[in-house]
């Protein structure tokens, strides 16, 4: 994206110049903070331009950081079309902003794939978490299944959701409390050409109704004081600016 810099001397004097900004960390891999007004594009800020294409008809409103996503539970959804970047194979996280005003089973939250699904962050029917790997076992995959929360996500409010694999185990975090652990050692995720989806599992035909925001996929296993911050809402990036070369902007809020 583009951020505009103001400069004050001590004299007073300003000066406005314009910026193309990108975000300082390589594991984000696709971040959407869904601020935009209007229009069927949502910017990815990782730097590694996964936008998104809104299809479906989804509106936007009002979020829990800034805007957000509306969407019908019917055939809404948000697509990122496939990249490299997005073939994440032995960590990761997929995180979250969420409310829900219906829920029925396989609803998607964040699902890479179509007909093949390497990873995907999808709903149970009773609204706990569900974490699905190598589903219709796509090419190169290693292990799989589906794992899910202890702990439900409410109805009708906003809530950050995000599941963490890092080799060993699978964690599902709800509001950013660590919910549970489930063991899946050596699980190796398989590659598509298919979109990630954002409210959308369409392998399964389940499609979320509710509202999004502030969407994130990470090339590892975030910490768990990084997933409290995440779900408070209040955690902080590093940004970077481009005048011939790229300079660090320290303290920037998400």
Known sequence: GTATLTVTDNAGLQDTETHPVRVEDPRLVAWLPLDERSGTLAADSSGLRNDGTLVGGPGWILGTLANA???????????????????????????????????SSGD?????????VPYGLELEGDRRLRFVANAGAPLGGVGGGAWSSSGTVPLGSWHHVAVTYD???????IDGALDVIRPAAGLVFGRVTESLFAGAN???????????????????????????????GEYGLTYQYYEGNWTTLPNFDA
Not at 74 to 100: F, G, H, K
Not at 111 to 116: C, D, L, S
Not at 167 to 173: A, D, L, V
Not at 202 to 210: C, T, W
């Open 167 to 173: 080799g060993p185990h699978i964690r599902f975090y």
């Open 69 to 103: 996503l509306n969407l019908d539970g019917v055939d809404d959804r948000l697509e990122i079309l496939s990249a490299l970047s997005l073939d994440l194979r032995s960590q990761l996280t997929l995180a979250a902003w969420v409310r829900l005003d219906t829920v």
């Open 108 to 116: 998607g939250v964040l699902v890479r794939g179509q007909t093949k």
């Open 202 to 232: 369409p392998r399964d035909g389940a499609y979320l109704d509710g509202a999004l925001d502030d969407l994130r996929v990470y090339d590892w296993a975030l910490p768990s004081a990084t997933l409290a911050e995440l779900g408070s």
